[in-house]
């Protein structure tokens, strides 16, 4: 069987693991949040809405990447299966069909709000265990509040 | 509300809107697929797999795209969030943790013959109704079934 | 004098030639009414409207570029002139001077639907008379199709 | 109603923007002859005149682009429909149908020529009303002037 | 032994398989006749004639690639090797030593319409037995035959 | 000590590098004054301006490096530090804290204004004494009319 | 009114945000330095500083946008204005003529000095209060020190 | 009649021009050989090699312009054409049907090491009569020894 | 003689240059093993294994500059001769001749580790006396381990 | 016989040709010039010099053609052959063997200055006959002043 | 004064050193002849000619930057100025005014040949006293012989 | 055991590699002794010789690579480990710490020099036995001696 020499001690090893299982889980939640209202947004601001959403999906699937790799050179297997990811996401349920281009500002200020809640959390109980690891929940969370940001500026 | 004529009859439309939605649920599937096992496999055949798994999301990626605008355009919203995923996905359950280079091979076999019949059928199902849409799909159908042949090969 | 044997049938070559003129008047046309908007709107919706605008005018120039040379490739001499232009265009008049974003939108609206009827007409009738040309409908379609949605949904 | 304040007096004003919208008609009509031609010309020189005629499309379309953005800037819609490009430009008839090469040149040598001669004219009328928009004809001319040495050349 | 799951049904396969087989030879062969006339031409019109050719050897190998990998993805092992392309090619001899200009294009005339005429038969059989193999073929003719026009046009 | 020999009269000198001295001070205020909005505008056109902003600043830098090394190119040292650009910009004064959008768009006809009034004048001042100098004031002229021209057209 | 809901404590906020905007003044300042500089040095070595100075520029600008949207995300407007860089910049004053390049490279060694001692203060104040932010003046810390070492190498 | 007068003496010319259509043969079935296995290798090295194999079709094709075009240069008319090269290369057959990696590795070698010792005898040969030409096969030799290094480390 | 004034303390500057001198010797002996395996590896993953190691060689080049040039900063010359790296690497004995690919995945598995566990050490010891520096400590140990995984997974 | 039909007056033509020709030789002999420097010298600033000279020598190429085809396009044949340039060049000769750095910035700045006063010269003897070219020669003029203040700086 | 030690016996380096001052005066003047013919050639074919020599032009600049720096890397200074060139190049008389195609196809013809006869010697004669330049001067060749072959095969 | 079959005889093969390990050890050696002046480079020259070295750098990197392949492909195993490099280097010993920049060219001189010497003597000694590798001599040595020019330059 396939056992990877973690460099860090057992209990560092868990709390850094969850952290960055479920790190992933929002992420790619994020993802698929931002295509399904890319797709489905309507009004006036349709189309400087679908260009940025896909920024915010550019950033999700390439932080979902660094954090599910970071995991497996942890030697821990990183779970981003659908099923996964449908059950454990910290982002709220997205309604179908179209959005108006208010609502879909207001929504992505949520799931960024939730997965940026989440994600200093995450800053907080790993910087001990995995300094590397923090650096990484740093880098995203600087690159989450800045879209966070530029939504809630429209709304404002 | 938001109303988009559409330029097809009803009849072709439930006929084509639930082609592309299906198609959109194994193609988000499909990119899940293929990044979990880009993180989880091992082996000796370990870089070569990774790499070419990427190649796959990408082609998975870029089909749910067009598939899903698709849908929009004849004025049907898309519906590509996780937990419809995890429900109406044409491909079988992907077992979690490590998995052997060999076994991932297998895997991408499975999951792609699996997308692949389906994709056919809506090629069949499709022509009448709207040949734009058809053009599509054989698009994507050319597209799996040459990532079909190359793992296939792999393991042959 | 100069003639190409034609790969096509005296009548097919018939239906296909009109339909290739037809379409390049159609495509000639919609890239001067998206220049002539990109200039003259006005409102809140400027900017956005005024690039989105851009991305028909190039759609249009490319595929007004596909359809001539097909025209020539069967031996059949292409008429993209400005009075041809004028006179058979399938477009309606555009009204001179400033154009507010809605209305510039609705004009888009009503420009694409009514190229892309016509469009979907020319699909019909050269399936049987040239599969290539047909293909040729059916991309040009697609993508008149999608900027068709982008601008409804901006309304929406 | 939209009203620019302009940063020229009445009379430059109206000097210039007649100007620039002459300009726009023939460029956009310009750039629509050396498209039909493009598309229709025939003989051994095929290739080369072909590919030579995309260069002066590419040249008529930026300044038309400008000239036209100008008169906006001035406060001036500009008018570049196809009825108007026309009814209004300053190049002879183009005939339909294939044309040799020899005689494709020579036609782009008169077309060149009958834009000089008017470009020309503006860039006398303007220097005084507004510098700055000779400034774009000074450019306009030079560029054209390089075409059509190029295709005298061909012909010498 | 290899053996791929085709999905195809055995008679559909046959006849997809060796209209592909006869496709791969029929542009290796394009290809390599390009290639001859490419470093044999003489004449005024050389440099033209030399460039033009090498856009010919660039559309016939990508196409040859994406046939051969069809027959793979099918199940079917594509062969390409010299002594069956000198066997089986659709295209006349070519005479070896220097070519005028002039005698080059119609060279390229008849290799291209020989191939042609076989590649639009190809389109008519396969429809049926499976579209997508069919759309291949429907775009490698549209290329071939762009190709085939403007030999034809410097011939005119 | 440094002395570059100019290729002006003493008299021209004076002329030219007044103006060239105010034209810096304009544009670096101005670059600084899109940045300030850049980063605090709110409200539903909040990415449409944001962008829209950035590309005034690379203006604004572009020509501000131009009419430095002009100065220094005829032998007159030129000053842009912060303290000289707060005392001598023609641009008033700019509020701190946020900024809606229809005020930032307000904000930026005025700033913009301002500096093309000046930039004017220094075209009619210098075409005398250094026409090299005076090419320069049209082209920045020519870019900033542009921008003021989009941003009338968006509160228009 | 437009508030931001801080993921910050007041007190943190606080002091997170008087680090951010005395960090933009200072970079602001930095960069109108070195640009006054590469436009006013002379001397045998002008043109390696003159470009050298450009890169400082470069860091300086990019650094200033991340901190003003840093300040932003976190709900506090920033502040670029020219006064107010004229009244707080860390940086002493820059005398207007022509600099000698010896001198040019001591004016960067003592207004880099500058700004590394107060981005380390920074650094030490805000890494409990926000460690997002800390990491940004790390990295800035990071730059600006190895300018420092440059030009203290140059006039070593 | 066609005649370019040769800046080499009878004999030399003689010796070299043989070379030379000894190695476009050999190289134009290079090409073939190296994509007809790309084609058909199957087994779990399948996409290392299926990748590796390109590279080898690009040095061929690549060096088979150059050799071909040496041979215009110096006057003699070179032959590429299918028939000759099935007749005279120097490189065994190959067969039909799938191949296993280890055995496509191993006809490569094979291939390599049959063109390698050719290409060696034609270094030595046309030292004398045509430095240039002996240098172009020094390159190609180069070139195809380092492809052979790395098909027998593979099979090492 | 040529003296940087440190921003560090007597015992932070002995600290961190200690970490830095020993990292750089580690960088610059991980880059020349690489090398060393890159050339010598034989077996059936020959390619794959030959092109990773070079990933490797660019991290460690990449880094071996940021730490040399760090200490540089911080006044303190660094040491990257080869007779240095020889002595005081914390990589054990290459051996020489050919290396099996297991052998490689597995040296380079052993390499890697040994650096990380030396470069674990130095993020611990130089957090409180120069956090800049160990930020770059972090990110050079995020890559190895990353590089690390993907090694201990081909083993797997 | 081959005549262009200029677009200007005789007299003017007159004046223009002779500014022209007289600006081409001077520029293709300033190439000459800074890349006989470029290779020629030596000193502590060799590096920086040797590569700024080639910034002169791509400014010098690029005006000389745009001059030369404005001649042609005038209808006037440009001579820039050596003998022509050696006999009529506006720059001193130019001293054979190794030349120290400083020496080289001086020639440069003479060089330079020569043929700025030229130029100057030019730009006010064209404005009436042809303000196209002036505009070409008020360029042209911009680039070679600002390459002078630079070479003047060096010196400073 | 600066004296290169050279790593070549004296006899050796008179030999290299003439042929390397004799072939840059060549290159030099085949880049000067080619841009003339370049502005002044004219008839059908002029589109093609007048880009064709710019690759000559390319070449030729290239080329006699290898030389010049190749002399003074061997410690002779090399000499490329304007009245050298005019009275050393081993091309004939260029004569002044327009050239028909025809003749400008045939004047490259004899300028090629006439370098190419002198750089073969060059080949012949350095090969003994420095395979380094001699390997430059076969480079050369291949280049310039390929060029003769295509003006050549144009009036073939 | 790993066995490569040489194209070469037992003696000639002994000289070959002997002269390849020799190159490899100086080349390796090379790019540390010039990254180690790069870091510890001081001076008024500082920026130029910084960036300069640089260039060594790059050069001895990959010429390295192309003599350690080049050994593989013969069969021998190359070695270029840091303690080989220590021991059999032809580079003289470089001190530790800080260099002035004036000293930093000469010893650049002096180890380029060193260098040189060695590889003109493998150029002579392996013409006969491979003509392959000593043309890849023949090309480092065009290289490092050019390299060479440009310090004694410096120094000059």
């Given at each position: 069987m396939y056992v990877?020499?973690?460099?860090?001690?057992?209990?560092d090893l868990k709390t850094v693991s969850e952290a960055l299982q479920g790190a992933l889980v929002d992420l790619?939640?994020?993802?698929?949040?931002a295509k399904q209202i890319h797709w489905n947004v309507v009004g006036p601001r349709f189309?400087?809405?679908?260009?940025?959403?896909?920024?915010?999906?550019?950033?999700?699937?390439?932080?979902?990447d660094t954090v599910a790799e970071r995991a497996s050179t942890l030697g821990v297997p990183p779970d981003g299966r659908a099923r996964t990811v449908a059950a454990d996401s910290g982002i709220?349920?997205?309604p179908?069909?179209?959005?108006?281009?208010?609502?879909?500002?207001g929504a992505l200020v949520d799931a960024l709000g939730a997965v940026i809640t989440?994600?200093?959390a995450r800053v907080g109980s790993t910087g001990e265990a995995d300094?590397?690891?923090?650096?990484i929940f740093i880098q995203i969370t600087a690159d989450?509040?800045?879209?966070?940001?530029?939504f809630q500026a429209e709304n404002g």
């Open positions: 990877v020499k973690s460099p860090l001690a057992d209990a790619v939640d994020l993802s698929l949040v189309r400087s809405v679908h260009l940025q959403l896909d920024e915010v999906v550019d950033t999700a699937r390439l932080h979902s709220g349920t997205t179908d069909g179209w959005v108006k281009d208010t609502d879909a500002v989440r994600m200093r300094p590397v690891t923090q650096d989450l509040e800045k879209h966070h940001w530029m």
